[in-house]
Structures are given as structure tokens and as C-alpha cells.
Nanobody, 125 residues
Framework: VVRLVESGGALVQPGGSLTLSCEAS????????MSWVRQAPGRKLEWVSG????????DYEDFVKGRFTISRDDSKNTLYLHMTGLEVDDTAMYYC??????????????????RGQGTQVTVSA
């Protein structure tokens, strides 16, 4: 059974930093691209960032470029999202998603891919 467990969300002030983690099990983690997606209250799920299965190629949505960094540690079956320069608009539930690399694929097939239960990030003064 595929299991994705996100952690690391918190309440932070604007300009602050957080690192999210996603522990994966139930599948061969190193075989799959992974993404972070998020959903703010009243808004639809949106893709944030993706990394290929080898970890040597990453992609970011424009609104997080230069602020967020996605990475993976296949020895720990864990995906990370290091977030800096957090803004109020980054407030959302963040999910990791198996098998998705970029926005185009997510927009077409995202609903067919597993994601975890999420971790809440709240950016507020």
C-alpha cells in the first residue's frame, strides 16, 4: 500500500523559512518522480514543484522560483521542500504527490496520483 506522510508544517512569520518532509513507503521510491502540491482555503489544488526520479532535474511554479527548493533522499525514501522568504499567500495545506514531475502533467493527470494527508503551513504576522 502506498503511504505518503508529510510533516514539518507550522505557523511562521512572513519572510520565515520551513522545511517540509514526506516519508514514502509501499513502493520503490527511487523509481518515481515526486511533486509538492498545495491547496489554500477556497482554492483548487495547485502544483508547486517537482523532481525527477534520479533527483537531477527539478521544476518549479513561477510563484516559488528562487524561494523554494525541492530535494530527495532515496536512501531514506524521503522528499523535502525547503521554503524560504515565505509569504502570506503561501499559506496552504501542502501535500507530496507520487509520480508527478511538472505542472503540465499534474494539470492533466494529477487527480489520478496518490498524495498524502498533508501538512499545514500558515504564514502570518
Amino acid at each position: 500500500v502506498v503511504r505518503l506522510v508529510e510533516s514539518g508544517g507550522a505557523l511562521v512569520q512572513p519572510g520565515g523559512s520551513l522545511t517540509l518532509s514526506c516519508e514514502a513507503s509501499g513502493f520503490i521510491f527511487s523509481n518515481f518522480a515526486m511533486s509538492w502540491v498545495r491547496q489554500a482555503p477556497g482554492r483548487k489544488l495547485e502544483w508547486v514543484s517537482g523532481i525527477n526520479n534520479r533527483g537531477d532535474s527539478t521544476d518549479y511554479e513561477d510563484f516559488v522560483k528562487g524561494r523554494f527548493t525541492i530535494s530527495r533522499d532515496d536512501s531514506k525514501n524521503t522528499l523535502y521542500l525547503h521554503m524560504t522568504g515565505l509569504e502570506v499567500d503561501d499559506t496552504a495545506m501542502y501535500y507530496c504527490m507520487k509520480g508527478v514531475y511538472n505542472r503540465g502533467y499534474f494539470n492533466t493527470f494529477g487527480t489520478q496520483h496518490e498524495r498524502g494527508q498533508g501538512t499545514q503551513v500558515t504564514v502570518s504576522a
